[in-house]
């Protein structure tokens, strides 16, 4: 994961101090999904997107037409998924088992 997505995970983590992750999803069309995890493995209500297409002329982010269709997470489109765990996150085993609740039973730390 590059310094940037690892400084969006943290700045959404600044924003709530309650938070001990943040799940990001790499999708098929190159944008990425950030989503807050709480305590108990429950994905925060907000969603960050990244556009994975170039800005416009005016420095403009562009929204994706597959990411514009879509209702949810795109789950079907990811490529690569992880979870950035917060300086206050709690130990492995759980750590674990909030990330199979999260992204999956597939999910490894």
């Known amino acids: 994961m590059s310094e940037a997505y690892r400084n969006i995970c ?23 999904q950030f989503c807050g995890i709480s305590q108990v493995g429950r994905t925060v209500a907000c969603r960050y997107h ?6 416009t002329r005016n420095l403009e982010q562009l929204v994706c037409l597959k990411c514009r269709k879509d209702t949810e997470f795109a ?10 765990w917060s300086d206050s996150a709690p130990p492995p085993q759980e750590r ?3 990330g ?3 992204l999956g039973e597939d999910y490894q730390l």
């Open 75 to 84: 789950v079907e489109r990811t490529v690569a998924q992880g979870i950035v």
């Open 10 to 32: 943290q700045r959404i983590m600044d924003e709530d101090h309650e938070l001990v992750g943040v799940s990001y999803r790499k999708l098929d069309c190159g944008c990425m």
């Open 96 to 98: 674990l088992q909030i």
């Open 100 to 102: 199979r609740m999260v």
């Open 50 to 55: 990244l556009s994975g297409q170039p800005p």
